[in-house]
């Protein structure tokens, strides 16, 4: 299996543009998660997703955040309008089952910089 | 609630030892350890459960003594290959608790 990937590796944009990252995991993987990196917070769960249902986005930071799965192969985070300390590397994992049992996957992350 | 991991950073000498510590402030369920070298995603090491188990990955260990709400990570005669950000992520006992992670730990393995 390739793994988790995700699009694009970087990014960089402009403070008030949209931003989309997407994920791909790992096939029969049925645990989806969301983190932002940044030096100042370090690793921050921001959502989860459990058979392509949203669980737990007390993590996501705002409104401007939001993120979907509509299926068990694809999602995405969406960060509208961008700003500057949006800017951090976001990454993706997966798991097969229930955390306290399984280890996550993660991807290689997308590197976002919001100018 | 985030978990407290010491120390924040720590240099070694090939073939020494180290241990980095993760507690908790809650009552745990499981304890997750992970490491992120420079530049790429984290890496899962080990996960230990309720009971105070001890489990081992290469010459790396770790015990979790739910009583005392931490958990340690153990290397031994440490390699150039270790140096990375050891994270601990905490599980709490309420049956959909997420795993969080905490600030992470600097190790630098030198020659």
């Known amino acids: 299996d390739a793994g988790v990937i995700q699009s694009p590796r970087h990014e960089v944009t402009e403070m008030g543009q949209e931003v989309t990252l997407r994920c791909k995991p790992i096939?029969?993987?049925?645990?989806l998660f969301w983190y932002r990196q940044t030096m100042m917070r370090g690793l921050e769960l921001l959502i989860y997703?459990?058979?392509?249902?949203?669980?737990?986005d007390s993590g996501m930071p705002e409104d401007r955040f939001s993120a979907k799965m509509p299926n068990a192969s694809f999602s995405t985070l969406k960060i509208q309008p961008s700003e500057p300390r949006d800017s951090a590397v976001y990454f993706c994992a997966s798991s097969t089952g229930w955390t306290v049992y399984n280890e996550q996957f993660f991807g290689p992350g997308t590197r976002l910089t919001v100018l | 609630q985030q978990p407290v991991q010491s120390p924040q950073a720590v240099i070694l000498r090939e073939g020494e030892d180290a241990v980095i510590n993760c507690s908790s402030s809650k009552a745990l369920y499981s304890v997750h350890w992970y490491r992120q070298k420079h530049g790429e995603a984290p890496v899962f090491l080990m996960i230990?459960?309720?009971?105070?188990e001890q489990k081992g990955h290469e010459k790396i260990s770790a015990s979790f003594n739910e009583k005392k709400q931490q958990s340690s990570l153990y290397l031994t005669a440490s390699q150039l290959s270790y140096s990375g950000t050891y994270f601990c992520g905490t599980e709490g006992e309420t049956s959909y608790d997420k795993v969080i992670f905490g600030p992470g730990t600097s190790l630098s393995v030198i020659p």
């Open positions: 096939s029969g993987h049925d645990y």
């Open positions: 230990l459960l309720k009971g105070g």
């Open positions: 997703f459990n058979n392509n249902v949203p669980i737990d």
